[in-house]
């Protein structure tokens, strides 16, 4: 029987806006659409994450951009 994974984290590759490293990233599209901001991996400045996410809880579209635009 398999087991139901109570997190259903996505991962995401983020490209940031600041250094253009690109790595990804996990996020929980249960939330919903959503934005938040991460710090990116590589450089360590904020990323604005903007998560677009279906009726289904299904990730459709990601964005990010720096926290200033
Ligand atoms: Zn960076």
């Known amino acids: 029987m398999p087991r139901p994974d109570p ?3 996505a991962w ?5 806006p600041h250094c253009g490293e690109r790595y990804d990233a ?3 599209p249960s939330a919903g659409s959503t934005s938040y901001v991460e710090d990116c ?4 400045r904020p990323i604005v994450v ?3 996410v279906d009726a289904d ?13």
């Open 41 to 44: 991996a590589v450089c360590c």
């Open 50 to 52: 903007d998560l677009i």
């Open 7 to 9: 997190l259903e984290l």
């Open 26 to 28: 996990p996020t929980d």
């Open 57 to 69: 809880d299904d990730l459709v579209e990601v964005r990010v951009r720096r926290e200033q635009d």
């Open 12 to 16: 995401i590759t983020i490209d940031c």
